[in-house]
Structures are given as structure tokens and as C-alpha cells.
């Protein structure tokens, strides 16, 4: 069936150090890719999409591009602020299963002044 | 526009008590979503709803769990009897007709002792 793998956290940065988040997947069809935020105390927000392979979804200096040839969706920003501390999912969605998402088990960001 | 709305946003009760969960979506979203998220997991889906037939039920837990959205507009999912596993949070999300993109809510913190 589908899933989703992100690396596993909590990782732990310096303001303005770069980040990468790995996430991988396996489905059948063709999938949409997301990455949601979970900021402390608050409800799931998404962060960003592709719908195609090698889109780019971007948002908030946060950026991920849809490899289909590696299948994977890593999430990456150029310099983290302590604003970025929340936990991110990546997910997926296929037209074949509704459109339901499919969670990664979340990848916890603690940035540090 | 309002987002998602849920109550209660906390539950504490006893295993074996039943407890109920509401959750208004965006108006005009005709599909509705109820997940589970179990503490350092990924949300999982237990149901979905489009307008007020169910799309996908396949993980919800039939002998304890119902879940209904009769007017095609809010919902409610039940638990009875609850058990010490279903301690975790309830997300309800919404989404346009044929858009992947879904909207959560702020989540049902439940505690089972």
C-alpha cells in the first residue's frame, strides 16, 4: 500500500543554519506531495504541494521538489529562525484512494537563538 | 473565512465511557475528514465523507467508533466504549469538491484513564 518515510527527529539547529528533511514514499499511481506544519498548540497548516513530477512547491523560504526518479519530496530552507520550532509531516494524496492523506510520522524542528 | 471549527478541544473521561466529537467544516467543502493522531505519530484516517455518504471507513474501528453527517454539513464521531488506546488527538478536515487540499481544524485532545 501507500506510505510515506521521513527521517526521524527531533533534530536540532542553530538560527540561520540550513535544514533538510527527508521524506520518502512509495504509491501506486500518481501522487500529490505535501508538507504540513504543526506549530506548537496549533492544528495541522499545510506548508506546501507539487502535484507533478519535478514541481516545486515553495513557501515561507521553504522549499521541496517532487522527484519521481528518486521518490522522494525533501523539505529544505536556506536559513532557519527560531519561528520555524513545530513539527512538519509530509503526506500524500492519490486520486485512486479519494484523495486521503497519507502521513509520514512527523519530523520534530527545534531551532535555537 | 471561517476555518474548521471542533469541540470540545478537551476530553478527559473514563475507559469504558463513550464520548462525542463535533466538527463544522469550511462552508461549501463537501468533503469531510476525521483522523486520528496518536502521540509522536502521523495523523491516520479513520473516515471520509463526501457530502453525506462515506467515501472510506476501511480503518475506522466498527465496534466502538460511528461516525455520522447527516444533513451533508457538520459531523460527529463517537466513541463507546472507549479504551485506553483511543487516548490521542481528533482532527477534523475539510476540502472543496475534486481539491486535495485539505483544511484542519484545531483537534480533540482526548484522554482516556
Known amino acids: 500500500g501507500n506510505s510515506v518515510t521521513q527521517m526521524e527527529g527531533p533534530v536540532t539547529l542553530s538560527e540561520e543554519a540550513f535544514l533538510t528533511i527527508n521524506c520518502t514514499y512509495t504509491a501506486t499511481g500518481y501522487p500529490s506531495l505535501f508538507w504540513y506544519v504543526q506549530y506548537p498548540g496549533e492544528g495541522l497548516q499545510l506548508l506546501l504541494k507539487a502535484t507533478k513530477a519535478d514541481d516545486k512547491g515553495s513557501n515561507k523560504g521553504f522549499e521541496a521538489t517532487y522527484r519521481k526518479e528518486t521518490t522522494s519530496f525533501h523539505l529544505e530552507k536556506g536559513s532557519v529562525q527560531v519561528s520555524d520550532s513545530a513539527v512538519y509531516f509530509c503526506a500524500l494524496s492519490t486520486y485512486n484512494q479519494g484523495g486521503k492523506l497519507i502521513f509520514g510520522q512527523g519530523t520534530e524542528l527545534s531551532v535555537k537563538p | 473565512e471561517a476555518g474548521v471549527a471542533q469541540s470540545p478541544r478537551y476530553k478527559i473521561i473514563e475507559k469504558r465511557q463513550s464520548v462525542a466529537f463535533w466538527c463544522n467544516p469550511i462552508s461549501g467543502h463537501a468533503t469531510l475528514y476525521w483522523y486520528q493522531q496518536i502521540l509522536g505519530q502521523g495523523p491516520k484516517l479513520l473516515i471520509q465523507?463526501?457530502?453525506?455518504?462515506?467515501?472510506?471507513d476501511s480503518q475506522l474501528p466498527k465496534d466502538r467508533f460511528s461516525a455520522e453527517r447527516l444533513k451533508g454539513v457538520d459531523s460527529t464521531l463517537k466513541i463507546q466504549p472507549a479504551k485506553l488506546e483511543d487516548s490521542a488527538v481528533y482532527l477534523c478536515?475539510?476540502?472543496?469538491?475534486?481539491?486535495?487540499?485539505?483544511?484542519f481544524g484545531p483537534g480533540t485532545r482526548l484522554t482516556v484513564t
Open positions: 478536515a475539510s476540502s472543496p469538491l475534486g481539491d486535495y487540499e485539505q483544511y
Open positions: 465523507f463526501q457530502n453525506n455518504g462515506v467515501v472510506d
